[in-house]
């Protein structure tokens, strides 16, 4: 079993920075790939980006490529989002998620609560 737990979410204006953080419990954290996943209102649930156990292989929506940075630190059983250039489309909530190395919904076993990033225009 994964517990996690989000944070760091909040408001930004648009061309700002925002670092969220996942920390997860449980000694398996290095074993799992994490995702995160963000869901904008009235939108279905989508993929931001991957990592895989090691930290050595990552890939992006499209969307995100060259403005957010997905990382971990299995020291601290903690995976982060260092989102750049953040733009009004950007406003979701932001789902951490522990699994198999994919884009796909079905690749991850556990989920966190989620945290709210807005971006203003």
């Known amino acids: 079993q994964v517990q996690l737990v989000e944070s760091g979410g909040g408001l930004v204006q648009a061309g700002g920075s925002l670092r969220i953080s996942c920390a997860a419990s449980?000694?398996?954290?290095?074993?799992?790939?994490m995702g995160w996943f963000r869901q904008a209102p009235g939108k279905e649930r989508e993929f931001v980006a991957a990592?895989?156990?090691?930290?050595?292989?990552?890939y992006y929506a499209d969307s995100v490529k060259g403005r957010f940075t997905i990382s971990r630190d299995n020291a601290k059983n903690t995976v982060y989002l260092q989102m750049n250039s953040l733009k009004p489309e950007d406003t979701a909530v932001y789902y951490c998620?522990?699994?198999?190395?994919?884009?796909?919904?079905?690749?991850?076993?556990?989920w966190g609560q989620g945290t709210q990033v807005t971006v203003s225009s």
């Open positions: 998620a522990a699994g198999s190395y994919c884009s796909g919904f079905g690749c991850y076993n556990y």
């Open positions: 449980g000694r398996t954290f290095s074993s799992y790939a």
């Open positions: 990592i895989n156990w090691s930290g050595i292989s990552t």
